[in-house]
């Protein structure tokens, strides 16, 4: 009976062996980012799914993690995810609006969606199809990649009471949102990351912006200017993974299995991560520097942009199928979204607030 149950174990343990799952070879993937490796929260998400897929495969699964620092190529990794040189990139898809304008609506737009109703539209309406279709062309898969929340308008010197105050106001504000501006008669500047405090202080921008006040912070820009206006541009940024069509049709349904719920994970993490750091860092800003004044922007100027927004969308729009289509589907579910989100969170924050 012992022996009986030996070999049959033995039978076992040798189908174990020769299964496909146990026979395939180690899986190693190479990502590259748009940021450096120390820039969290926006680097948090690769590591966390390179952590994930190899705790989750039992080793089998091994995803090597490039920062900006390494590859120096910051703005190339659809080009070198599409071209196979990586199996995986992490950036953010509005940095391909050159390439198709249509990218944009995947990362955030001004006057958009906010994260929650944007992951609805995602996951729960045409969100993730469309996202496949633009990205269909470059030959690559592409997936949420982590949520910044609202990013804050920005630090200005001066206070800004009306459209005047921004002709010929230099700032650095970056995508459609610049384009915005810059319609509204503001000079638009692009100054690398590493030059806009310096920037700031000298008075050579007078005003730019960056995320919120976890990843502010650590740039110093509340030491020199003291208004910070409250957002419209960024209500939502997403940032996004993309990975080889031919990469990922290689991999096992495990590990295919993994990978995707690595990444959903990883990109829903983010969203904490980032505002566990914003409501910190705005407690230690507040009390270190009193003198920051939160503004919103007067009502004449944000119908300004908002006018300025519907334009260039509806100009896009004119001029390419697709992004019609995208901006139609959007605008459909936000107004759904939107009542739900008026009734629900917007008067859950309203009404407790009038009770203190
Ligand atoms: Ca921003």
Redesign the pocket.
């Known amino acids: 009976m012992k022996f009986i149950s030996k070999i049959a174990l033995s039978a076992v343990a040798l189908a174990m062996m020769v299964s496909p799952a146990m026979a395939e070879k180690t899986v190693k993937w190479k990502l590259a980012m748009t940021w450096p490796s120390t820039l969290t929260p926006l680097a948090s998400p690769p590591a966390k799914v390179a952590k994930l897929v190899e705790e989750m495969s039992g080793g089998k699964f091994i995803i090597r993690i490039e920062g900006k620092e390494k590859h120096k190529a910051p703005l190339g990794i659809l080009d070198m995810v599409k071209g196979g040189q990586y199996q995986m990139g992490h950036s953010g898809s509005y940095y391909w609006k050159g390439k198709d304008i249509s990218t944009i609506f995947f990362t955030t737009i001004p006057f958009g969606m906010t994260t929650a109703e944007q992951y609805a539209w995602f996951y729960y309406d045409e969100g993730m199809k469309y996202m496949q279709q633009v990205y269909d062309r470059f030959n690559v898969l592409n997936f949420p990649g982590g949520n910044t929340g609202v ?1 804050m308008g920005g630090w200005f010197k001066k206070e800004i009471n009306s459209i005047t105050d921004l002709k010929g106001l230099k700032m650095r504000i ?1 995508g459609l949102a610049g384009e915005v501006f810059a319609k509204l008669g503001v000079n638009v500047t692009n100054i690398p990351a590493g030059e806009l405090y310096t920037s700031l202080d000298r008075g050579t921008i007078d005003a730019l ?3 919120g006040p976890g990843m502010d912070i650590k740039m110093g820009f509340h030491k020199v200017a003291p208004f910070y206006y409250t957002g419209w541009h ?1 209500p939502a ?1 997403e940032m996004q993974f993309m990975i080889n069509k031919r990469a990922f049709e290689k991999l096992s349904p495990e590990n295919k299995a993994i990978l995707l719920t690595a990444m959903k994970a990883a990109s829903a993490d983010m969203y904490y991560e980032n505002f566990a750091a914003s409501a910190n860092a705005w407690e230690q800003m507040k009390s270190e520097f009193p003198n920051i004044k939160v503004k919103t922007f007067p009502l004449p100027v944000l119908k300004e942009m908002k006018k300025a927004t519907d334009e260039l969308l509806d100009s896009y729009a004119a001029k390419d199928e697709q992004f019609k289509t995208i901006l139609e589907s959007q605008r459909t579910f936000m107004k759904k979204a939107r009542a739900w989100t008026i009734i629900s969170d917007y008067n859950y924050i309203k009404t407790t607030m009038d009770v203190e």
Request: no cysteine; aromatic share 14%; charged share 30%.
């Open positions: 990013q970056p912006e960056w995320v960024e940024s």
